[in-house]
C-alpha cells in the first residue's frame, strides 16, 4: 500500500547535512560489504516512521562533520581575534592622530648603530638644574621642559626639500645653513632647540621621515634684565658658563637651589637710577653697587649697558670682526653689555681714594684732625705738575682737605706717610689683590710694582691716580673704613639673618669714627651735597678721573664720575657706590660733568628709594642730635674719640719701632759716655722716626710754614698730643700761621735741640 502523500509544508528540501527521511535504510553487512534497502514497516503511522527512520552514516563522514566542526569554531575564534585587533588599532590611531598626537621617536635602528647598554646613572632620570632665588625668595633663574627638533641626515633624500618645507614652518631658520644640517653622513643634527607645541604639532604635521623631537630643557630668567651680570649664562647644553652659573654649576646640576644676596628690589631701584643719570648726561655707561657693611653681602650689583638673559640673541652679532684698531677694540668693550663694570672694569679711582689716604695717615698717626698742609702752590715734580680743581690756594685742615677734595694736600699727605707703608697699607685694604666674589669675571687691579713705587707715585696715587681698581675694590675698601675697621671680602651668597661673619682689623675704631665724620662732612660741606637724603644722614666722597688711553696718557674729555658713601653714617648698614662712564655736561650741570653734578644725584635716588625698602625709617625728629654726635669742625680741633681695638700689624710695627728707637737711644748714650771720658761732648742726634712719625724726606709742604714753627718741637717717636697745639708735632704737619693763639694747651715740651740739628732740620 503506498503511503500517502505529505503535506506542501512538510516537502521543503531538507538541509545539506540532515538525515534522509521518510525511508529506512539497512546496512549492509561487514562481510558482504553489501547494501539493502530496508523495506517500510508495516502497521506503523507515516509520521511514526519518519520518526523512527534510523540513519547510518560512515566513518569516514562522520571525520569529516568533525573538521567542519572544529574548523566553524576556529573560524569564530579568528574573526573575534582580528575583530579586537583592528579595534585596538583604530583605537590607537584615533589617539595618536586626533585626541593626543603622537611624537615619532628615534630609535638606535633609525640611527643605524647598536644601541648601548644603560649604565645606572643612564637609567635615573635625569636631574633638573636647580633654581637661583634672591635673599627673599624670588626666582631669579628656572630651567623648564621644551621640545629639541633635530634629523638624522642619512635619512633625508632630498635636504633642499626638506629645508624649505621646514622653513615654511620654521622661517627664522636659514635656508643654506639648514641645507648644510641636513647634508652629509652624520647621524645627527640639530635643527631647532626649542619649539613651541605649537611648532611642534606643526612639524609633526609635515610628516618628514628623519626627522624626531628630543625633550630638553632651557633656562629661563623670570625677571628679564635684573642682576644679568651676577646670575651668567648657561650653554646650549645647559652648562654654566658666566656668572653664578659657571661658579656654582656643580651645585645646581646636583639639584641644589642657590639662594643669593641679591635683593630683586634694590637691583631694580639701583639700576633704574643709574640708567637715568646715564641718560641725563649721555654716558657710555654706569655701575652700581650696594653692600651690607656689616657682612659684605651684595644687595645690588648693576653694570650697564646690560641685556635681557632670557633672550640673549644678537650679542653674537655684536662682536667686533678680525683687523679692528686697539681703539676700536677698546670702544668695543666698553659698548658691549656682556662687559661687567663692576668686577672686571678697572679705572682709576680719582678723589674717592682720599679717603684710604686719610685713613692711612690717621692710623700710622702722621697726622691728626687739626693737622693739614699748605695747598698754596702746586707742586712740581719732574715734567709733572699737580694742581687743584677750583682749589682755596692756603693751608688747609684735615676736614678741608676731604671736604674741598684738594689733590695738593693729598698728595704732600701720601709723602708724608711714604711709598713702603702706603703700599703695604693698600694692600692690607685688599687693593693691590684679586677679590674673592663668587664670580669667575673678575680683574686684578694695576698698581705699580714695589721697585717702582716711589715718591712720586705716592703721591699721585693719594688722590687716586696712579692706580686702577675695579668699583668693587673701592665700595669694598670704604665699608671697612666705616663698619669699625674690619675688611670683610664682598659675598653674592645670602647669610643666615643674624650672622657674623669673620673680617680682619684694617684700621682702629678711632680712625673709623673720625673717617665716618670726614664723610659726613663732604655731603653736609663738600661736592657731595647733593647726595643728602633727609632723615638718613649719608656720608661719602665724589671722585672724578680722567680715563687713560691704550698707550698711556689721559684722554681728553672722557673721564669717569664717581660716588661711594655709607648710609647713616651715625649706625652705618649700607655702602653704596654709583659711577657714570665719560658724561657729558650739560645745561642744567652748568657745563660741569664732575661726580658731585653727575654721581651725587643719582646716589641720592637710591637711598631714596631703597632705605624704606630695606625697613630703614628717617630719623628726622633726631636730626639734630645725631648731627652733634657725628659732627666734625672744619678746623678739625675736637676732642678724639676714644682709640678702642687697633689692628696687630699697626702695634706689632710700634713695638719694632720702639725697640730701634731705645737700641739707638742706648747706643747715642754709650756713644756720648765715651765722648765725656775723652773730655768732650758732641749733641745726641735725633732717634730714627717712630711708626706714625713722618719720613724725615718729606716734601716741605708737608710741614707747616716757617712763620708758625718753634724754637723747640717733640722728640721724634714721641706720641702725639691728644689736643691740638700751636706748635706742630712729631706728625711733620701743623697749624697755619695766627691759629696758635686759640688752641688748647699743649703737653710739655721737650728740651730744645742743639743748635746745628736745629739748622740741619730746618734745612730739611
Known sequence: MTPPAPPPEERRPPPPD????????????????????????????????????????????????????????????????????????????????????????????????????????????????????????????????????????????????????????????????????????????????????????????????????????????????????????????????????????????????????????????????????????????????????????????????????????????????????????????????????????????????????????????????????????????????????????????????????????????????????????????????????????????????????????????????????????VVTGVAALANGGIYRQPTLLAQPPGTVREGTRVISERTSDLMRRLMRLVVTEGSGRSAEVAGYFVGGKTGTAQKTGPRGGYLPNKRIAAFVGVFPIHAPRYALYVMVDEPKPNARSHGYATAGWVAAPAANMVISRVAPILGLLPETDRAQEIGQQIAMPMNGRMTLPPMGERPEWILAQQAAAQQAAAAAAAATAARAGAGGARGGTRPARAASPAAGSPSPDAPAAARPPRAAAPPAAAPSGAAPPRRPAAAPTAAGAGTPPGRAAEAPPAPAAAPARPAREARLAEAR
Open 18 to 473: 540532515s538525515a534522509p527521511s521518510g525511508r529506512r535504510f539497512a546496512a549492509a553487512t561487514a562481510e558482504g560489504g553489501a547494501r539493502a534497502l530496508m523495506a517500510p514497516a508495516g502497521g506503523l503511522p507515516a509520521t511514526a516512521r519518519e520518526r523512527a527512520a534510523l540513519v547510518r552514516v560512515t566513518q569516514p563522514e562522520l571525520a569529516r562533520r568533525a573538521v567542519i566542526e572544529r574548523t566553524r569554531g576556529r573560524l569564530v575564534l579568528t574573526a573575534l581575534g582580528f575583530g579586537l585587533l583592528f579595534g585596538a588599532v583604530g583605537l590607537k590611531l584615533a589617539l595618536a592622530t586626533v585626541f593626543d598626537p603622537m611624537q615619532p621617536r628615534r630609535t638606535a635602528a633609525a640611527a643605524g648603530v647598536a644601541a648601548p647598554a644603560p649604565t645606572p646613572a643612564a637609567a635615573a632620570p635625569a636631574r633638573r638644574r636647580a633654581p637661583i632665588m634672591d635673599r627673599n625668595g624670588e626666582l631669579l633663574a628656572i630651567s623648564l621642559p621644551i621640545t629639541a627638533l633635530a634629523a638624522n641626515p642619512r635619512q633625508i633624500h632630498d635636504p633642499a626639500e626638506v629645508a624649505d618645507r621646514l622653513r615654511t614652518v620654521l622661517p627664522e631658520l636659514d635656508r643654506e645653513r639648514l641645507i648644510q644640517r641636513l647634508s652629509g653622513e652624520r647621524q645627527f643634527a640639530y635643527v631647532h632647540r626649542s619649539l613651541t607645541p605649537r611648532q611642534q604639532q606643526a612639524v609633526n604635521d609635515l610628516g618628514i621621515a628623519g626627522l624626531f623631537f628630543e625633550e630638553a630643557e632651557r633656562r629661563y630668567y623670570p625677571q628679564g634684565r635684573a642682576a644679568v651680570h651676577v646670575l651668567g649664562a648657561v650653554d646650549v647644553d645647559g652648562n654654566g658658563i658666566a656668572g653664578v652659573e659657571r661658579s656654582f654649576d656643580e651645585r645646581l646640576r646636583r639639584g641644589e637651589a642657590l639662594r643669593l644676596a641679591i635683593d630683586v628690589r634694590v637691583q631694580l631701584a639701583l639700576r633704574d637710577a643709574v640708567r637715568r643719570a646715564i641718560a641725563e648726561f649721555d654716558g657710555i655707561g654706569g655701575a652700581g653697587v650696594l653692600m651690607d657693611v656689616g657682612t659684605g653681602e651684595l644687595l645690588g650689583l648693576v653694570s650697564l649697558p646690560d641685556y635681557d638673559a632670557s633672550d640673549p640673541a644678537g650679542l653674537q652679532q655684536r662682536a667686533g670682526a678680525g683687523g679692528e684698531s686697539e681703539r676700536e677694540r677698546r670702544e668695543r668693550q666698553a659698548n658691549d653689555p656682556r662687559f661687567n663694570r663692576v668686577t672686571v672694569g678697572v679705572y682709576e679711582p680719582g678723589s674717592t681714594f682720599k679717603l684710604m689716604t686719610a685713613a692711612m695717615a690717621l692710623e700710622y698717626g702722621v697726622v691728626q684732625p687739626w693737622h693739614g698742609y699748605s695747598a698754596a702752590a702746586p707742586i712740581r715734580y719732574g715734567r709733572f705738575t699737580i694742581n687743584d680743581f677750583r682749589g682755596k690756594g692756603r693751608w688747609l685742615a684735615l676736614p678741608e682737605i676731604i671736604a674741598y677734595s684738594s689733590n695738593i694736600a693729598s698728595a704732600h699727605m701720601a709723602a708724608a706717610v711714604g711709598p713702603t707703608r702706603q703700599r703695604e697699607f693698600l694692600t692690607r685694604m685688599g687693593m693691590a689683590s684679586r677679590l674673592r666674589v663668587e664670580l669667575p669675571e673678575t680683574a686684578l687691579p694695576l698698581v705699580p710694582r714695589a721697585q717702582d713705587w716711589r715718591e712720586i707715585n705716592a703721591m699721585t696715587i693719594g688722590f687716586g691716580h696712579g692706580i686702577s681698581v675695579t668699583p668693587l675694590h
